[in-house]
């Protein structure tokens, strides 16, 4: 893959990613797009509270750049990656962080190397949905935006959180669970 064609597979990502976002949150983005690039590693973190710790403080460290940038840095790695994947890192009216995340081929087992060693890398645009949107014992019948940047944390996350607990709480007790 050439460099043009690079810059212009992840100029397309990135728009499906926006329209992703603008589907499903209530945030308006800004067309000011930079980048961060960071290695997809799951060994790290047991759970998803302990994983959006650790990537705030990683990608927090982690100057962003323009989409020149981040293509030459791709480039360097594109015949070893496997899997990329696009997601909203920050969003703010005035720039939009999208954390490029990638996993490698050579992180595979070695067998399972030998079979993916000549494909071209997967894209993938993802929009994580906070656990508070989850339905608790009943279908959700309407799709409520939420909050792009919800993974930051924030008064308006801990609130929402508050209430999603102190709701299954209720629908515990209620259908009669003892080990809650």
Known sequence: MTLENLEIK???????LITMVNDLCCNTLSKNWYYILSEIDET?????FEKNKIRKKTNEGIAPKH???ITQDLALLYTNLYDIN?????????????????????SHTKDFYETIKNND????????????????GKPTKEKKKFDVNWQLGGIRYEWYLF????????????KGFTNL
């Open 67 to 69: 989409l020149e940038e």
């Open 44 to 48: 790290i973190g047991k759970n998803l």
């Open 10 to 16: 992840i100029s397309d990502v990135t728009k499906c």
């Open 86 to 106: 696009f997601y909203i890192y920050k969003a703010t009216k005035d720039k939009t962080v999208i954390d490029i995340k990638y996993f490698l081929k050579t």
């Open 121 to 136: 890398p997967m894209w993938h645009c993802k929009v994580a949905i906070p656990p508070y949107l989850s339905s608790i």
């Open 163 to 174: 209430l999603y607990r102190f709701e299954y709480y209720l629908y515990k007790t209620r």
